[in-house]
């Protein structure tokens, strides 16, 4: 096959894996999106963490805004040594090799639905000599298969939006951590658009479509006020929602622009990814459209305890 058919191959491949992407289920699109565009993966995550970063000024690598936000999150569940961390939708697991480094808990165990992520991820434990500490595991975020109080750490690293509903997380995290352990959270949650200083519910705009909020099932579309509320319904106390949209949203978006104007870029995926890339993050209809209504959040909260 020569060179100019593959590509012409390829393309009929790509579309047919975002036809069937826009077709599913909100809840079952992030497990397909990650399998079904695994071969574009390092050209569009720039290493193996999959998420959108924590950008401080000066920052221009998306690789060290993922990091800064891995570590954000770590301090948020307040990872230490000798801890038990069971760490949720874990994507790649990058977090996971960076805390084992950084914060040296005694063992992190990973679960995720992908099991291209768990296999990845296993290959890496392995590979490094670290499997005793790092164990990834195939299963649900919503029905944890692990025992009452197993863990000091339960974290989710922007993955929580897809969990069918988030709230069964919530519950099943509860179950599985020790008294006084910790539950912390990066999670993508729609944005309050009520003026400052205003009165009445949250003011949220209508879901859409696009890769973010498209993703997200309906009941977990709730603003801070709510998601703050819900933690405290299953049972934790300590609970603290914070905003870190101004240093997610807006500085990935506009790294992304200036991504796309490389040539490189271009050439190192598929024509009809790229094409799909561009007109997310340029048009209304797509990211560069949901993003103003969509919030970031780092999210931490306690069960009562020791």
């Given at each position: 096959m020569?060179?100019?058919?593959k590509?012409?191959?390829?393309?009929?491949?790509?579309?047919?894996?975002?036809h069937?992407?826009?077709?599913?289920?909100?809840?079952?699109?992030?497990r397909?999106?990650?399998?079904?565009?695994?071969?574009?993966?390092?050209?569009?995550?720039?290493?193996?963490?999959?998420?959108l970063?924590?950008?401080?000024?000066?920052c221009?690598?998306?690789e060290?805004?993922n990091?800064?936000?891995?570590?954000?999150?770590?301090?948020?569940?307040?990872?230490?040594?000798?801890?038990?961390?069971?760490d949720v939708?874990?994507?790649?697991g990058a977090?996971d090799?960076?805390?084992?480094?950084?914060?040296?808990?005694a063992?992190i165990?990973?679960i995720?639905l992908?099991?291209s992520?768990?296999r990845?991820?296993?290959?890496?434990?392995?590979?490094?000599?670290v499997q005793?500490r790092?164990?990834f595991k195939?299963?649900s975020?919503?029905?944890l298969?692990f025992?009452?109080?197993?863990?000091?750490?339960?974290t989710?690293?922007?993955?929580?939006?897809?969990?069918e509903?988030?709230?069964d997380?919530?519950?099943g995290a509860?179950?599985?951590?020790k008294?006084?352990?910790?539950?912390?959270?990066g999670?993508?949650?729609?944005?309050d658009?009520r003026e400052?200083g205003?009165?009445?519910?949250p003011?949220?705009?209508?879901q859409?479509s696009?890769s973010l909020?498209?993703?997200?099932?309906?009941?977990?579309?709730?603003?801070r006020e709510?998601?703050?509320k819900?933690?405290?319904?299953?049972?934790?106390?300590?609970?603290?929602?914070?905003?870190?949209r101004?240093?997610?949203?807006?500085?990935?978006?506009d790294y992304?622009?200036?991504?796309l104007?490389?040539d490189?870029?271009?050439?190192?995926?598929s024509?009809?990814?790229?094409?799909?890339?561009?007109?997310?993050?340029?048009?209304d209809?797509?990211m560069k459209g949901?993003?103003?209504a969509?919030?970031?959040v780092?999210?931490?909260?306690?069960?009562?305890g020791?």
């Amino acid at each position: 096959m020569s060179v100019k058919q593959k590509s012409a191959f390829q393309d009929l491949v790509d579309f047919a894996k975002w036809h069937v992407w826009t077709r599913v289920r909100p809840s079952s699109r992030a497990r397909l999106a990650y399998e079904l565009f695994a071969d574009d993966h390092e050209a569009t995550t720039e290493g193996a963490y999959i998420n959108l970063g924590y950008w401080k000024p000066g920052c221009a690598s998306l690789e060290e805004a993922n990091q800064e936000l891995a570590d954000q999150l770590a301090e948020a569940a307040g990872i230490s040594e000798g801890d038990e961390v069971l760490d949720v939708g874990f994507g790649l697991g990058a977090q996971d090799f960076r805390w084992l480094e950084t914060r040296k808990p005694a063992r992190i165990v990973g679960i995720d639905l992908t099991p291209s992520h768990v296999r990845i991820a296993s290959e890496r434990a392995e590979s490094e000599n670290v499997q005793d500490r790092l164990q990834f595991k195939e299963g649900s975020a919503t029905d944890l298969p692990f025992g009452a109080e197993t863990f000091d750490r339960v974290t989710s690293l922007e993955s929580a939006l897809h969990y069918e509903p988030r709230t069964d997380f919530f519950k099943g995290a509860f179950e599985v951590l020790k008294p006084g352990g910790v539950l912390a959270i990066g999670d993508i949650i729609p944005l309050d658009l009520r003026e400052p200083g205003s009165d009445g519910p949250p003011k949220l705009a209508p879901q859409r479509s696009g890769s973010l909020s498209g993703g997200m099932p309906v009941e977990n579309w709730v603003p801070r006020e709510t998601y703050a509320k819900q933690l405290s319904e299953a049972g934790f106390v300590d609970v603290e929602v914070k905003s870190v949209r101004d240093n997610v949203m807006d500085p990935w978006l506009d790294y992304w622009l200036r991504k796309l104007q490389d040539d490189s870029f271009r050439k190192s995926v598929s024509r009809l990814f790229y094409s799909q890339v561009k007109r997310s993050l340029t048009s209304d209809s797509g990211m560069k459209g949901e993003l103003p209504a969509l919030d970031f959040v780092i999210a931490s909260a306690r069960k009562p305890g020791a």
